[in-house]
């Protein structure tokens, strides 16, 4: 890991600016160019709450009322659709702990299809618009264990099995879902039929199909991130079990379908619980993750293609201890965005980023 000139950051609003403990946090940017947080709300009998920064107020407002679901919120992801609404895949505990997803529209959150239409206590859900506009939802099976994911139907009334049988083929962890540049749906996740290690499958029709070779990490994959290059390079992020728990980033490029590292492997500072990778303005992925526990150091990353190395964008506003529940990404504006639930506010929401924008390529 080396060390790049310092970059400067800022807090979006102030530290801490949910009314409660934020858990559970997702983020993203809207059509409007505004960053959106979804969160399990702590102050709002822990149910689901979404929020969005208004720079002419210089404050975070609400969307809609706050802790708008039924009942309790968890393993919340939030996305946006092609017409712009703000989508919610949960956990709902209203309905048997099944996943519900929500979106906003005409003033209101409204139920997107049937709730409760999973399995009970799903984990890891990872939700993501297609071509079509159709959402699809990854995530654990609560009861068999398995991946598996489910899109709304073409006629938006209830949810299905996205192809014949499920991305993994006994249980696994961890998965993260995204569309290539070929439209079709991409899973990746930690799998147990190759010994915890990574594996990436994608739809193919009703079929799925690996993507070049089954668990192709060194060790156990804690997945974090699974994302596509502005060049169409697929690339994973994940902890490595076989380097006691820090991260490796691997890419799969597009002209040539062989996993290889990015930069090196283990490259963080120590063991990370949570990470989240995107691309800058600039085409390189970048990386922000915390320490197991909230209790070794968090940083910001990026990959520097002439080194082939991760450097630092430390120091910055992230507090060595006492972060979870970390996301990043970039604003239209150029600029990195990092969300987290800070130990130093009550578990309460932060959002920073970098006072300048990273260069465009």
Not at 79 to 106: C, M, W, Y
Not at 190 to 202: C, E, F, I, Y
Request: some cysteine; hydrophobic content about 40%; charged content about 20%.
């Amino acid at each position: 890991m080396r060390a790049q000139p310092v970059a400067q950051w800022e807090a979006v609003g102030h530290a801490g600016f949910s009314a409660g403990r934020a858990t559970y946090i997702s983020t993203a940017f809207g059509p409007d160019g505004k960053p959106y947080i979804a969160y399990r709300d702590e102050a709002n009998l822990n149910k689901a709450t979404v929020m969005r920064w208004s720079p002419a107020d210089l404050a975070w407002k609400s969307v809609g009322s706050s802790g708008f679901s039924e009942g309790q919120a968890f393993e919340t992801s939030l996305a946006f659709s092609k017409k712009g609404q703000p989508h919610v895949a949960f956990a709902d505990a209203a309905n048997e702990g099944k996943i519900t997803v929500l979106r906003f529209s005409r003033g209101s959150w409204q139920t997107v299809g049937t709730a409760g239409f999973s399995e009970q206590s799903p984990k890891f859900l990872s939700l993501a618009f297609a071509a079509d506009d159709r959402p699809y939802v990854a995530y654990q099976d609560g009861v068999a264990g398995k991946v598996a994911v489910m899109r709304l139907n073409k006629a938006g009334t209830a949810w299905e099995v996205a192809g014949a049988s499920g991305p993994s083929v006994g249980a696994a962890l961890y998965p993260c879902l995204t569309f290539g540049p070929d439209g079709k749906p991409y899973v990746a996740f930690m799998d147990p039929t190759h010994s915890g290690k990574a594996t990436v499958v994608r739809l193919n029709g009703d079929t799925w199909e690996n993507v070049a070779t089954s668990g192709f990490s060194a060790g156990i994959a804690g997945v974090f991130s699974l994302r596509f290059s502005p060049d169409g390079d697929l690339y994973v992020a994940f902890s490595d079990g076989s380097l006691g728990g820090k991260i490796t980033v691997m890419r799969l490029p597009r002209t040539r379908q062989v996993w290889e590292l990015v930069g090196s492997a283990g490259f963080t500072m120590g063991q990370a619980a949570a990470g989240s990778m995107a691309f800058g303005p600039d085409a390189m992925p970048y990386l922000a993750y915390a320490g197991v526990g909230g209790a070794d150091k968090a940083d910001v990353m990026r990959f520097d293609k002439k080194t082939n190395a991760w450097e630092s964008l430390g120091p910055s506003n992230l507090p060595a201890r006492g972060i979870y529940n970390i996301t990043l990404n970039f604003g239209p504006d150029g600029r990195p965005y990092v969300t987290y639930s800070d130990a130093a506010h009550s578990e309460k929401a932060t959002m920073i980023r970098t006072k300048q924008a990273v260069p465009r390529r």
